[in-house]
C-alpha cells in the first residue's frame, strides 16, 4: 500500500455505530445514564502545528508526514473533521485511589473512529486534549505540552523496549495557552497548548465496564462485552457466559505480562486507577509516570499518592490484581457463577510470576534450569538491588557486557565492585553487600550456562536496554521544546526507538541521573495536572 496523507484516510466507525450513544452533540458536563458514549465535535484550537511525528506508526497506518502546517495537521488538531468520522468520547467510570468516584469519562479524548493499518487491523485515533465533552467535569477538555510531550515520547518507548502499550502518531501544538496549576499550590500560569493524538486498537478500559455495571445499566454492560469479544478477542469464541469466564482470565493474563515488564524495565505508571487500566492490557494513560533511578520498591513520582504510596513502584503487582478484581466484580452480573471469575485472578498471579521470572532470566543470561533454585536466584534480586540503591538499567547493562569475563572466571570481586560503582546512588559505604552476596550467586549459576560467551552476551545486551526515559532527559526535552527548541525532544525519540543498541553520539543520554535532578520538580515528582 502506497502511503497516503492523514487527511485523506478512510475512517469506520464500529464503536459509534454498534453500541449506545448520546447523540445530542452537546458539550456541557454532565451525567450521561444509559450511554456509552457520547457524540462531540472536537473545539478548533488556534494554529495547529506539527511538533513530532512517529514515522514508525505512520509507516504501519500508511500514513506520510505531514507539513508543519496543513489539512492533515488540522485533522490531527481536531480543527478538522473529515468526513468518514464520527467523533465521540466514551462515557466511563472508575476507582481513583481505591475510591468509587462514578462516572469519569474522556473529559479531554475525543476518538475520531478507526483506520486500517497496513495488517489489516482496524486502529483507534483518538486525541487527547481535543476541548470539552459530557466528561470534563471542572476541567477544561484541553492537555498542556510537557504532559503531551511526556505522552508521546513514553508511549513510542515502551512500544519499542516490546511493553504492551498503546502508541501516539503525533505532538501537535495548538497556539492556544491553557492554565495550569501545575503543583496544586495556587501558582496557576499559562503553559503552551498540545495535542496527541494516540492509537491502539480500541481504548476501553475496566471503568467502562465497571460504570454500567454501578448504575445496573445490565444490557449495556453486556452489549459492551459482547462487542469487545467480537472486535478483539475473537479467538475466545461466540459471546456466552463461558466465553466471558475465558475472556476476563484472557485480560487478567495480558495485565500480568504488561505489569511484569513494567517491573522489569524499572516504569512507575504512577495512577493505575481502574480507569487507567486497558481492557486490552495495555500500558494507557501516560501521566505522572516516571522511571526508577535509584532502584525503591517504595518510589512513585506521583506528588498526589506521596502519603500512601498506594501507586509505588513495588506496589503495581497488587493493584493491577486489585483492580481486575474489581473488573470481575462489575462483570459479575453476567455469568451465572460469579465464583468462577476467581480462576482468573489465580491467572494473575501464575502469569505474573512466571512472566516476571521468565524476563529476568532472560536479562540475566540464564536459560531455565532448576526452577526452584532459579526462582530463588531472580526472587532475591529486587532486595539487593535496593539495598545499593542501584540503576537498574545501568546495572543489567553493563552486567551484560561483565558476562565473558565471568564465565572466564577472572576476578569476581574486583568486577563486581566497578559495576556497582557505575551503577550506584548510594553514598553510605556497605549497603552494597547483599548484591555482592547476589553477584557471586549469580556467576556460579551463569557458568552452568552451555551457550558460548558472546551468545550470551548479545543475548543480554538484547533484553537490556541501554536507553529509557529518563525523568530529567523528559523534562530538559520538554523545557527546551517550551522554549521553542525540538532538538532535544528529537534526539531523545530517535534513541528510544532502538534502545537496546549502541548510539556513541548519545553516550551521555545513558548516564546516570545527575545530583542536582535528584528532587527536580517535573523530573523526580509530578503531578496529576496536566
Ligand atoms: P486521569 O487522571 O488523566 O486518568 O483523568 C481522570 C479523569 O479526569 C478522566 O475522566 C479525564 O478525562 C478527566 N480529565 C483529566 N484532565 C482533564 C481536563 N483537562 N479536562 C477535562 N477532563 C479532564
Ligand atoms: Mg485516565
Redesign the pocket.
Known amino acids: 500500500m502506497s502511503s497516503r496523507p492523514f487527511d485523506q484516510l478512510p475512517f469506520a466507525n464500529t464503536f459509534v455505530d454498534e453500541l449506545h450513544g448520546d447523540a445530542s452533540g452537546l458539550r456541557g458536563a454532565r451525567q450521561v445514564p444509559g450511554y456509552h458514549y457520547s457524540r462531540v465535535q472536537p473545539t478548533p484550537v488556534a494554529d495547529p502545528h506539527l511538533l513530532a511525528w512517529s514515522s514508525e506508526l505512520g509507516a504501519y497506518l500508511g500514513l506520510e508526514k505531514p507539513p508543519t502546517r496543513g489539512p492533515a495537521v488540522a485533522a490531527l488538531a481536531g480543527n478538522l473533521v473529515l468526513p468518514g468520522m464520527k467523533p465521540f468520547a466514551a462515557r ?1 467510570g472508575g476507582h ?1 485511589f481505591g475510591n468509587w468516584a462514578g462516572q ?6 475525543i476518538a475520531l473512529g478507526q483506520v486500517a493499518a497496513v495488517d489489516g487491523s482496524p486502529q483507534e485515533i483518538q486525541l487527547k486534549g481535543a476541548g ?2 459530557p ?3 471542572r ?5 498542556v505540552l510537557r504532559s503531551s510531550v511526556r505522552e508521546f515520547l513514553c508511549s513510542e518507548a515502551m512500544h519499542h523496549l516490546g511493553v504492551p502499550t498503546t502508541r501516539a502518531l503525533s505532538l501537535v501544538g495548538t497556539g492556544d495557552a491553557v492554565v495550569r496549576d501545575m503543583f496544586y499550590d495556587g501558582n496557576a500560569r499559562p503553559e503552551p497548548g498540545a495535542i496527541v493524538a494516540r492509537v491502539a486498537p480500541t481504548f476501553i478500559r475496566f471503568g467502562n465496564f465497571q460504570l454500567l455495571a454501578a448504575t445496573d445499566e445490565i444490557d449495556n454492560l453486556r452489549a459492551l462485552t459482547d462487542f469487545v469479544l467480537r472486535h478483539y478477542y475473537p479467538e475466545l469464541g461466540p459471546p456466552a457466559p463461558e466465553t466471558y469466564l475465558r475472556w476476563f482470565a484472557e485480560i487478567a493474563r495480558r495485565t500480568a505480562v504488561m505489569v511484569a515488564h513494567w517491573m522489569t524495565v524499572g516504569f512507575v505508571h504512577g ?1 493505575m ?1 481502574t ?2 487500566m486497558s481492557i486490552l492490557g495495555l500500558t494507557i ?1 501516560y ?1 505522572p509516570y516516571g522511571w526508577l533511578e535509584p532502584y525503591d520498591s517504595d518510589w512513585t513520582p506521583n506528588t498526589t499518592d506521596f502519603g500512601t504510596r498506594r501507586y509505588a513502584f513495588g506496589q503495581q503487582p497488587q493493584v493491577a490484581l486489585w483492580n481486575l478484581a474489581a473488573l470481575a466484580q462489575a462483570l459479575a452480573p453476567l455469568v451465572p457463577d460469579p465464583q468462577a471469575l476467581r480462576a482468573g485472578l489465580d491467572q494473575y498471579a501464575a502469569t505474573f510470576n512466571a512472566t516476571q521470572h521468565a524476563l529476568l532470566l532472560r536479562k540475566l543470561g540464564l536459560t531455565p534450569q532448576a526452577a526452584a533454585a532459579d526462582q530463588a536466584l531472580t526472587g532475591a534480586l529486587p532486595a539487593a538491588l535496593a539495598g545499593a540503591a542501584v540503576d537498574m538499567t545501568i546495572f543489567f547493562r553493563q552486567l551484560s557486557h561483565l558476562a565473558p569475563a565471568l564465565l572466564a572466571g577472572s576476578a569476581e570481586s574486583e568486577l563486581f565492585g566497578t559495576l556497582i560503582a557505575e551503577a550506584t546512588y548510594a553514598t553510605a559505604p556497605g549497603t552494597d553487600q547483599p548484591l555482592r552476596d547476589w553477584l557471586h550467586r549469580y556467576a556460579q549459576r551463569l557458568r552452568q550456562e552451555a551457550a558460548n560467551s558472546e551468545v550470551i552476551r548479545a543475548g543480554m545486551l538484547a533484553a537490556n536496554p541501554k536507553y529509557v526515559l529518563r525523568n530529567y532527559l523528559a523534562q530538559q526535552a520538554i523545557e527546551a521544546a517550551e522554549a521553542g527548541d525540538l532538538s532535544k525532544l528529537e534526539t531523545l525519540f530517535e534513541v528510544l526507538k532502538t534502545p537496546f543498541d549502541e548510539h556513541p553520539a548519545h553516550e551521555a543520554l545513558a548516564a546516570k541521573r545527575p545530583a542536582w535532578a535528584a528532587d527536580k520538580p517535573g523530573s523526580a515528582t509530578l503531578s ?1 495536572s ?1
Open positions: 466511563y481513583q469519569l469519562g474522556d473529559g479531554r479524548a470539552p465533552t466528561y470534563s467535569r476541567g477544561d477538555g484541553r492537555a495512577v486507577n480507569d487507567n494513560d501521566g496529576c496536566s
